[in-house]
């Protein structure tokens, strides 16, 4: 995929892993980071080698963390205020109208005093990139206002623009030892820096910020925060605004931003048929596998095809260089500069071969075994034909990943400030570690020194054990509170880790085949909100008025829920809904039935959903999952009772053995699992497809 024509694309980069000393007026400073130059890295990987953008298009800011006094690269490199002000000028400049422009930014963001009182109130604030020099009292933040004009005479040039945020308005002190930091700040920054703007005059700004403002009606909180409404242009930001940005170790030893990392295994399935708002779908429901209270935005031209061109792209296709029957593994002229990374899976196809939806013609599926540079080993996991692989054979990437069916624990002693020494935390965590040796689900397992941790277990103030993120936020809605002295609070513990794994798995399932026939044809959107709806009459919701393309309702509400087969199939059709409480339950059919079919070029009846939740709660998420399939399918393999209940019996409705599909749900809940890790992708992958939207519920 290149250019074509005049329609370039032209990409601004910046990550800041190292920011220099400094300190705010309340104490708090911006740490240093670990992941935002990788990012950047692997972004310009991205962009070179598989958009095959020359580097002469590509400017790049970075400031890499060394236990240096200062970052290696040049000076004139360096994402200061000045440079990146700069970087944005040079950019508009290069790219001629028609062209697209990427920005993508890795580091801290903030909040400061806002520099327009009368555009925001006297209590105002701005939100801000922060530069990695921000520690001298002379140095500035990015605003939004800048930001936004900045993006708004793109737009009058005639450029098409995406930017990418992956950092927090506002971040929190990352606990425990799991692997995963804060990319923000709690505090606003009081610092008196200079006001003077090298974006624009204050009265170019405040025009800009109001026409953007005018006839804005919306709780701005709903979405990124980072713009009122964004025209022209697509924004994906790392989280909404009162959300945390992490960055986590994903692949076991080096750090990424979570946005980042999504973003780009979700490009490798890049196509004709890919727009921002199914990639940014697929986004949500990755971060959400790990990090359920950060929850990635979409907000501007959602409909707009990814980097598109005039003429289609090719697939991600590339050449079988060598075979070692003998090892069964070949050889694939792929690897780590392409973004590729161990456990990626590829089809195999004949040599010559040009049709890749020709699904029968694959020879085998193999997975990279042996990470190169530029060429990687891969071993054959499952033959499909007897026909020989030869050098010169194609093939086409599957799945960028598989589901981790087990989680990592780590166990954090706190200091006497927080827990005070009359708990005996040292002996509770001693019975999680027993508790966690004594499991034999195969769901979850104390970390390694060195592994970075899913989940933490730690004793708080109060003698009560509490779950942790990898970043030290507490799991939400994990009730009733488990004493440290309860009996049999140790393995109620760890039966609670095994259900929020079992859980992120079913989470996580998708069809990622770009070869699959089903790819692009269930079309699954929720269709506005009623107050007063009364069932039996005809829905007549209202659009939601929500940036983020995540819906937030109050209980009571009702939506509809909105599913069309635009395939030449009938196709099989069930709706699961991953409810807050930690329950998972088939809403349709809601009877015994296991799905409903559904005729080619047809839609389902509206599904109505109605606004709820649990008793006490003030807030939660859920996330109705919709399976389409070719063959007669049980979902009801992947339904979970809330968090603390019993497991339900699993109901099978139909005679003989499970299918293919069917063990792969069974396996994600499994008693026990066989395996570490599950690729959907070396399952039929050509008789399933799966979309899912989220539903925000706050009263």
Request: proline letters at 7%; aromatic letters at 6%; glycine letters at 8%.
């Amino acid at each position: 995929m290149g250019d074509t024509g005049t329609n370039r694309l032209y990409a601004l980069l910046i990550g800041i892993d190292c920011y220099l000393p400094n300190q705010l007026p309340d104490g708090s400073r911006y740490s240093s980071l670990g992941g935002c130059v990788r990012d950047i890295t692997h972004v310009e990987n991205f962009l070179r080698s598989k958009l095959n953008v020359p580097q002469e298009r590509i400017l790049k800011l970075t400031s890499t963390n060394r236990d240096e006094k200062e970052p290696p690269e040049p000076k004139d490199t360096w994402p200061t205020y000045e440079t990146i002000v700069a970087a944005f000028h040079q950019i508009r400049e290069m790219a001629q109208p028609g062209d697209q422009v990427y920005i993508h930014y890795s580091g801290h963001g903030g909040r400061t005093r806002t520099k327009f009182p009368n555009l925001k109130g006297r209590g105002g604030l701005d939100e801000t990139l922060v530069p990695m020099d921000i520690g001298r009292s002379t140095a500035r933040y990015l605003r939004d206002i800048e930001l936004a004009h900045l993006l708004k005479k793109m737009m009058e040039k005639g450029l098409l623009v995406t930017i990418v945020l992956d950092s927090c308005h506002s971040g929190g002190a990352t606990r425990g030892g799991g692997g995963a930091r804060i990319r923000g700040l709690k505090s606003i920054d009081t610092t008196p820096r200079p006001l003077q703007s090298l974006v624009a005059s204050d009265e170019e700004l405040a025009a800009t910020w109001g026409s953007l403002t005018t006839g804005v009606t919306r709780n701005l909180q709903l979405g990124s925060g980072w713009l009122p409404d964004p025209k022209g242009f697509v924004l994906l930001a790392a989280c909404r605004a009162h959300e945390l940005s992490r960055e986590f170790p994903f692949d076991g030893e080096e750090s990424n931003g979570a946005l980042t990392y999504w973003l780009l295994e979700g490009l490798k399935q890049i196509g004709p048929d890919l727009s921002y708002k199914t990639l940014h779908d697929r986004v949500v429901a990755k971060v959400h596998s790990q990090f359920p209270d950060q929850t990635p935005q979409l907000e501007g031209e959602g409909n707009r095809i990814v980097f598109a061109r005039d003429k289609a792209v090719s697939l991600f296709a590339v050449n079988v260089m060598d075979v070692d029957m003998k090892g069964q593994r070949i050889l694939l002229n792929t690897g780590q500069a392409h973004g590729v990374r161990k456990g990626a899976q590829f089809a195999v196809y004949p040599q010559g071969a040009q049709n890749f939806g020709e699904i029968s013609q694959r020879l085998a599926l193999v997975e990279i075994s042996e990470l190169r540079a530029t060429d990687s080993w891969a071993r054959i996991i499952q033959p499909l034909r007897q026909d020989a692989i030869e050098p010169g054979a194609q093939a086409v990437l599957l799945d960028p990943g598989d589901i981790s069916l087990r989680r990592t624990v780590r166990l954090v002693y706190q200091d006497e400030e927080v827990v005070p020494r009359k708990i005996a935390q040292k002996q509770a965590l001693k019975q999680i570690e027993e508790a966690l040796q004594a499991d034999t689900s195969g769901f979850v397992a104390l970390a390694a020194e060195k592994e970075a941790a899913h989940y933490q277990v730690a004793v708080n103030a109060n003698g009560e054990f509490e779950i942790w993120d990898s970043s030290g936020q507490e799991v939400a809605n994990l009730r009733p509170a488990l004493k440290i002295g309860d009996r049999g609070g140790a393995a109620r513990v760890v039966q609670r880790l095994v259900h929020l794994t079992k859980y992120q798995n079913i989470s996580q399932l998708d069809n990622f085949d770009p070869m699959s026939p089903l790819r692009g044809k269930l079309v699954v959107e929720l269709i506005g909100v009623q107050n007063d709806y009364v069932p039996g009459d005809r829905p007549s919701p209202k659009p939601f008025d929500d940036p983020g393309n995540t819906p937030v309702l109050k209980p009571g509400q009702w939506t509809f829920l909105l599913v069309r087969n635009n395939s030449s199939q009938v196709l099989n059709i069930t709706v699961l809904d991953l409810q807050p409480d930690w329950g998972i339950t088939q809403v349709y059919p809601a009877d015994a039935g296991a799905f409903e079919t559904l005729e080619p070029g047809r839609e389902l009846p509206p599904l109505r959903l109605r606004a709820a939740l649990p008793a006490d709660y003030t807030a939660g998420t859920d996330v109705i999952k919709v399976f389409a399939t070719l063959g007669p399918t049980n979902f009801r393999w992947l339904e979970l009772p809330p968090l603390d209940q019993p497991l339900p019996p699993k109901r099978i409705t139909r005679g003989g053995t499970a299918n293919p599909l069917e063990t792969l749900l069974a396996a994600v809940v499994a008693t026990k699992p066989r395996t570490r890790n599950l690729a959907p992708a070396a399952n039929p992958s050509g008789e399933w497809v799966t979309k899912q939207v989220e539903v925000q519920v706050q009263v």
